[in-house]
């Protein structure tokens, strides 16, 4: 693109050579030349950039959103991650103590959960589980188990809260990139109504849905499995009912159409760690769980699980220089409909 002082010397150039004369610097007409360069250099700018919103190649922004919409796409919103916190009390109570919901606990690092619901510490009973949320969307509410250890306002009776797993699912907007990849893929793979492309945009646009796989003729000809996995939040079984009912309105003539939950099969997780120097073992392991955690999402349905790949991703954290997964020994294979979730985690520090 031309700057101001390039176009500038283009027009002095041009005047010389049309007028016969050269005029100085200070000159009105320079000056009145100069102007008109910094507006032509603004035109410049303005053109390049309508340009690149032109294309979903290089456009960004709300302008990616816009070509995203005529894909029938949207970008996915930021979300929050969940799981539950375990409340308990010093000694057994002949009442029930009710923990209520809005409960806020935190993180030594202030992350701030909130409950969702009320829950109840039966009577003679030391504890309760309560499901819980982050109070802001973004990656930054995955944390480790065992991390959210205090309570702002304490509910009467309970004197202690920790987080007995990991909470996951916290996710920031859909990055400009990720929208990008999936516009252009949309281009490949062109739903018409009648292929697997089709039936998987058309479950993706429900809210609470994280993952989907299309399995066509899985009953034979004429017949096609949506396998919907959804968020832990979701209510389940409303959120696939609505699916099929609007696949049914515009599903192709003579085809029978079911929707189904994914069946999730659980993978134990034993991984040894030896941090970084300089980086404490405790840090060490809550990055590595939380990053492991972070791995298994509704978009690994019908997908394996690699070890390489949980290996790489304990490396990204930065605080670890070698690992061992003693458990599993192997890779866990891919299978159609079924959802690997994480099990039991245990990260331990080497020797």
């Known amino acids: 693109m031309k700057q101001a002082k390039e176009i500038y010397e283009d027009l002095m150039a041009t005047f010389s050579a ?17 102007a008109a360069a910094a507006e032509i250099e603004t035109l410049y700018t303005y053109s390049e950039w309508a340009l690149a919103q032109s294309f979903p190649q290089t456009a960004t922004g709300q302008y990616l959103d816009l070509h995203a919409e005529l894909r029938g796409l949207k970008r996915k919103s930021a979300g929050k991650a969940t799981g539950s916190i375990r409340f308990s009390l010093p ?6 103590i009710a923990v209520p919901a809005g409960t806020v606990c935190i993180t030594p690092g202030l992350v701030r959960f909130v409950t ?3 829950a109840v510490i039966p009577a003679g009973s ?26 702002l306002l304490p509910p009467i009776g309970v004197s202690a809260c920790v987080n007995p797993l990991p909470f996951t699912g916290g ?9 990008r990849k999936r516009v252009l893929e949309s281009f490949v793979r062109l739903p018409n109504g009648a292929n697997a492309a089709f039936y998987e945009a058309f479950a993706r646009a429900f809210a609470g849905v994280t993952g989907v796989q299309v399995l066509p003729r899985a009953r034979g000809i004429g017949t096609v499995d949506v396998v919907v996995a959804c968020a832990k939040d979701a209510e389940q079984e409303t959120l696939l009912a609505q699916i099929a009912q609007r696949l049914s309105e515009v599903r192709e003539i003579a085809v029978d159409v079911r929707v189904l939950p994914a069946a999730e099969r659980p993978m134990d997780l034993s991984v040894t760690i030896w941090q970084e120097d300089g980086a404490s073992a405790a840090e060490a392991v809550a990055a590595v769980e939380t ?15 690699y070890l390489a790949e949980l290996g790489r991703r304990i490396y990204e954290t930065g605080l670890v220089k070698n690992y061992c997964i003693t458990s599993p020994s192997a890779d866990l294979p891919a299978e159609e409909g079924v959802l690997p979730t994480l099990g039991t985690l245990t990260v331990t520090e080497g020797e």
Not at 18 to 34: C, N, T
Not at 171 to 179: N, Q
């Open 116 to 118: 969702v619901s009320e």
């Open 91 to 96: 000694d057994a109570r002949e009442q029930a």
């Open 126 to 151: 030391l504890f309760c589980d309560a499901p819980a949320a982050a109070e802001e969307a973004g990656e930054g509410g995955n944390v480790a188990s065992g991390t959210i250890t205090e309570m």
């Open 171 to 179: 996710c920031a907007e859909e990055s400009d990139e990720s929208l």
């Open 291 to 305: 990053a492991l955690a972070a791995c298994f999402t509704g978009e690994r349905l019908g997908k394996p699980v």
């Open 18 to 34: 049309r007028s016969g004369f050269s005029m100085a610097d200070s000159s009105d007409l320079a000056v009145r030349f100069y």
